[in-house]
T-cell receptor
Framework: AQSVTQPDIHITVSEGASLELRCNYS??????LFWYVQSPGQGLQLLLK??????LVQGIKGFEAEFKRSQSSFNLRKPSVHWSDAAEYFC????????????FGGGTRLMVKP | DGGITQSPKYLFRKEGQNVTLSCEQN?????MYWYRQDPGQGLRLIYY???????QKGDIAEGYSVSREKKESFPLTVTSAQKNPTAFYLC?????????FGPGTRLTVT
């Protein structure tokens, strides 16, 4: 069975500092990987996704993520965090087939200090 | 604009009552999903439907029921059999690879 682990429940960074959110997955085949962001009381918005090809993927809002098969990781990064980035971030893994069942990690709550 | 709507945003019910949460999409997606979100637990799949008139149980289906009579609609009923119904409920849809989420309904049962 597939699983996703986000080791950090909470992370606090200063505005302007760099950010890396960790995601480790367990999946038997080549995974389809996603990062979503959720503002309080809202739905989830897709930041970026990896299906194949270049292992460094660019997303919206200045985020990027790198797929590392050897480490079973798909960490999310941003070079300079803005106060508006404060939210909860979810990593997810799926099979990529029609109907696309996703398994989500527990989430990482990001707080940004002024 | 295409998207997913969930109504209402906040819902309050007394214990022992069934309640139905609405989910509508105009994205022409075949697949739809219901998730439950509790603080610190991420998203857990309740039910999903890959096509009209067909649906399958997810990881935590007990105490819930769904129907899929139209492609656009996938209502979720929280029954009195659900032991801890208070939660944030998210609906999603997908055509192939990526899931799109609605804004969610926060259900409080007292």
């Amino acid at each position: 069975a597939q699983s996703v682990t986000q080791p950090d429940i909470h992370i606090t960074v200063s505005e302007g500092a760099s950010l890396e959110l960790r995601c480790n997955y367990s999946y038997g085949a080549t995974p389809y990987l996603f990062w979503y962001v959720q503002s309080p009381g809202q739905g989830l918005q897709l930041l970026l996704k990896y299906f194949s090809g270049d292992t460094l993927v660019q997303g919206i809002k200045g985020f990027e993520a790198e797929f590392k098969r050897s480490q079973s990781s798909f960490n999310l990064r941003k070079p300079s965090v803005h106060w508006s980035d404060a939210a909860e971030y979810f990593c997810a893994v799926g099979a990529g087939n029609a109907g696309n069942m996703l398994t989500f990690g527990g989430g990482t709550r990001l707080m940004v200090k002024p | 604009d295409g998207g997913i709507t969930q109504s209402p945003k906040y819902l309050f019910r007394k214990e022992g009552q069934n309640v139905t949460l609405s989910c509508e999409q105009n994205l022409n997606h075949d697949a739809m999903y219901w998730y439950r979100q509790d603080p610190g637990q991420g998203l857990r799949l309740i039910y999903y439907s890959q096509i009209v008139n067909d649906f399958q149980k997810g990881d935590i289906a007990e105490g819930y029921s769904v129907s899929r009579e139209k492609k656009e609609s996938f209502p979720l009923t929280v029954t009195s059999a659900q032991k801890n119904p208070t939660a944030f409920y998210l609906c999603a849809s997908s055509r192939r690879d990526e899931q799109y989420f609605g804004p969610g309904t926060r259900l409080t049962v007292t």
